[in-house]
Each structure stands twice: as C-alpha cells, then as structure tokens.
C-alpha cells in the first residue's frame, strides 16, 4: 500500500478549517498583515482564497491568479505602461511563488512550472524596475550554491546592509517585500536576500537543509557584501523571519562579521510544536526542505537539531533584537525567555501582548520600529550587557 504522506490522517481536518475560512487567518491569524507588508495585493489574495476548496486547490488557485497578473504585466508593456507592467509582474512573481511553494515534492512537474513562472515574472519586474536589484550565487560547499538578490541604496559611498533571511514558509523574492516601500531601503540601507539550503531555488537545484549548511551559505553571502565598495562591512545586519529568526542566529554565531541580528516571529524554541502540534503542513515542508521523507529519521533530524541549538546560540557575539508575539502558537514566552538566556551578547525583546506568531495585527506600527532599531544599532552599537525585555501592550 501507498504510504501517506506525514500526518496525513489530520488533511480532513485542515481542508474544513480552510473551507470555512475566508482567508488565511484560520491556519495562520494575523497572516494578511504580513502578506499586504510583503507586496500582496488584497485583490489576488481575494481572488484565490474565495476559490478554495480544500489543501490541494490553493497551488493551482495561485498559479491561475499569477497568470491574470503576467498576462495584465504582457500587455500594460505593450502599451508603454511601464510602472503598472512593473507592478503585475511583481504581482504575478509572488503569486507563482506561493503556488509552487506550496507543491512540497521533489521534481514535481507542476512545482516545476510554477517555479519557472516565478522566476520569468520576477525577472521581468526587476527589468523593468530599472535592473537595480541584481542575482547572484556563490558556492558553500562542493557544487552546492546559495543565490540571493542585492539592491543598493542610493547615494555614493559605502553603507549599511541588512541580509534578509526567509522563513520556511517564504522565498527570497517575497523576503524582500515590497520592493516601493522596502522600510530597509527607505532608510538608506542596502538590501540583500538569500535563498538558504531547503528555500526557493536551493530547492530547485537539490540543495537541502541540514544541522549546519545554513550558516555556510550566509557566511559566503556576507563575503560577497563585504567585497563591494558600497557595503561597509562593519555594519551588517541580519533580518530573519519566523524560521529565519533562527537561521539568522545560526549565521551570526558562525561569522563573528555579522554587527546585529533581528529575529521576528519567534522560532527560538523547541521544535515540537511546530512539527507535531501545529497544522501539518509545517512538519511536511521542513521534511520537504531537509529531504527527509521518513518520520522516525526527521524525528532524530529534529532532536539534534534541538539538542545543539542552545550551544550555536551562545557563541553568537552580534547586538540582537527578537519580536514576537505572547500568544505565539509556535514559540511560547516562556521558551523565549529561556533561549535569551543563553545568550552572551547584547540583548532586546520586544513582546507584543495577545500577538499570534505572523504578527501581522501590528506590522504597520512593528517594521518601520524594527528598521530604525537596525540602523540605530548598526551605527551605534549596545552596550556590553544590555538586557532589555519590553512589553508591548495590547492596542
């Protein structure tokens, strides 16, 4: 007999939650702030979520949505349009990469096709934007690349860089959010973002993610940054959310040339409830992303992922700001308070009170607060032994 995939005996549950929902919210509460952050736009996010069925339908409703946005870019081209052609191709690059990110299998023909339509999409924004956010890759290890954009500020001399770290659920393009109102960019900040081992392209090329490559990859994403004449290299930041707020953490503790670190969307803690409490599309994406498709094997991959987590962590040297949410569904206060102990460097929380884990209830007030906290510390830096835990009220 066929084996079902992970925790497929919970899919009927998933599938009613999803088609008595009108949005997202049911899985993820608070998630739409976020997609409206990023770039979304409310009319592809209405477009796909009034369609939906079950699980299954939400690639190909992505997909259906990404191609009336490509063919909207085609013909607003056509006519000479440019910065509207510029916005539906954004648009449709988004779209398509929700579409195949949500296709966890290895090879797939349709994951395949959606993911080309991500990158013919994006690729034709960042023509059309004027080609000032360039692609590039460097290799980690023995024919394993990483590959990431770099968009520079604008002005003449060196300047600081954030290096954004997407979460599992997320892939460069959407890291770098919406490319007119980048709240790092607006700052005067260089942007960087990085497809890491089991993200976006790393997947497509076979590239998987395991106990220590992630925070290879970065380390030669920062040597790229630091042998540019636009990039000081003494102020680089790392921006890292949801999974990412750990990857970030695994990057800094790794390359002692990382200044400050900020973790949003708390995935500091143990990893149980997220791969086997939380809806089962996690556990089946990170199985995806590590290419570990046996339960009991992930189920050792994880506890050895958690049992070396708090050893990375103490050695990380760099300033560090987390922002979370106290009703986090994955990350507790308690296991966040815990994590920040361990760590030896200058410290800062900020906790919103009755805060799902997206955070997207705040994120009109929270991003523009995390960018100037980044600039400020890159240029200013903490001071030994700062431990600063803040409440943020509700409301």
């Known amino acids: 007999m066929r084996r079902q995939p992970s925790r497929a005996n919970q899919n009927w549950i998933f599938d009613n939650f999803l088609k008595l929902s009108d949005n997202e919210d049911v899985l993820h509460p608070g998630i739409l ?12 996010l209405e477009a796909v979520y009034q369609r939906i069925t079950g699980r299954r339908s939400i690639p190909r409703l992505w997909a259906r949505q990404a191609s009336v946005q490509e063919q909207k870019g085609a013909d607003a081209l056509k006519a000479n349009r440019i910065q509207s ?3 539906h191709y954004h648009r449709a690059g988004l779209c398509f990469g929700r579409a195949q990110h949500l296709i966890p299998v290895d090879g797939h023909p349709k994951k395949k096709e959606y993911y080309e339509g991500l990158q013919r999409c994006y690729g034709k924004f960042r023509e059309i934007h004027g080609g000032h956010i360039t692609k590039h890759q460097a290799e980690f290890e023995d024919g394993k690349n990483t590959y990431f954009y770099f968009w520079p500020a604008e002005g003449e001399g060196p300047k600081p860089t954030v290096l954004l770290i997407p979460g599992m659920d997320m892939v460069k393009e959407d890291a770098i959010a919406d490319p007119w109102q980048n709240v790092f960019h607006q700052r005067g900040m260089n942007v960087c973002a990085m497809d890491g081992p089991g993200h976006g392209e790393c997947n497509m090329n076979q590239v998987w993610v395991d106990q220590t490559n992630f925070a290879k990859a970065g380390s030669k994403v920062i ?11 003494s102020k680089i930041g790392l921006f890292g959310q949801s999974m990412g707020s750990r990857w970030t953490v695994e990057i800094a503790a790794h390359d002692d040339r990382v200044n400050t670190v900020i973790g949003q969307m708390a995935n500091v803690g143990p990893s149980d409830i997220i791969f086997n409490h939380a809806q089962p599309n996690f556990r089946r994406i990170y199985m995806y992303m590590s290419n570990i498709l046996d339960d009991d094997k992930f189920d050792e991959f994880v506890e050895e992922r958690d049992s070396i987590w708090h050893g990375v962590a103490e050695k990380m040297k760099a300033n560090y700001l987390l922002v979370a949410g106290d009703m986090d569904e994955l990350c507790s206060p ?3 308070n815990e994590f920040l102990d361990v760590l030896n460097c200058p410290k800062e929380l900020w906790l919103y009170e009755g805060i799902f884990h997206p955070m997207g209830e705040v994120a ?22 700062h431990d600063n835990r803040v409440i943020v009220p509700e409301g």
């Open 33 to 44: 702030g976020i997609r409206y952050f990023r770039g979304f736009k409310h009319q592809d």
């Open 223 to 233: 040597d790229f940054l630091c042998d540019r004449d636009d990039v000081d290299s």
């Open 364 to 385: 009109a007030d929270m991003y523009p607060a995390i960018a100037d906290w980044m600039l400020d510390t890159l240029n200013n830096g903490l001071s030994a032994g």
């Open 334 to 336: 308690d296991d966040i």
């Open 85 to 87: 052609a510029a916005g």
